[in-house]
């Protein structure tokens, strides 16, 4: 299990890079394809982002909304750890929603990179076709 802050940190950085790709046109979550998560709850929230099509912007808000939970149910939980096992907590259940909340956010953090990765590919193509 990360630590809250870096959560926050990792979160926040897809989040900002998401809202400056600035793409207007909604697609597909690619990364959540085959996504498989361990809670049910948040299985069917995946199940419904692969149906999902997305701008940039709602990306950024999307993945800014889960990992703020995820942090949460880190920071309340922290007591819970497991000393031999510092990634886990003793609530069974309660540690299958945290690391679907860790799978979903890097999942989506991962669909951003490669639309960042797109837009660069494009703006090269774009600028030799001008050259």
């Known amino acids: ?70 942090e949460h149910f880190v920071a309340s939980n922290d007591n819970l750890l497991i000393p031999e096992h510092p990634l886990k907590i003793t609530d069974v259940l309660m540690q299958e929603k945290i690391g679907s909340l860790d799978i979903i956010t890097e999942a989506f953090v991962r669909e951003i990179n490669l639309r960042s990765i797109e837009k660069k590919i494009v703006r090269k193509t774009d600028k030799a076709k001008n050259d």
């Open 1 to 70: 299990m990360r630590h809250f802050t870096e959560i926050e940190n990792f979160t926040f950085l897809g989040y900002t890079l998401a809202h400056e790709l600035g793409g207007t046109i909604p697609r597909p979550i690619r990364t959540v394809t085959d996504l498989q998560v361990p809670d049910e709850e948040f299985q069917n929230f995946v199940n419904e982002a692969k149906t999902t099509t997305l701008t940039d912007e709602d990306l950024a808000d999307t993945v800014l909304d889960v990992g703020i939970n995820w």
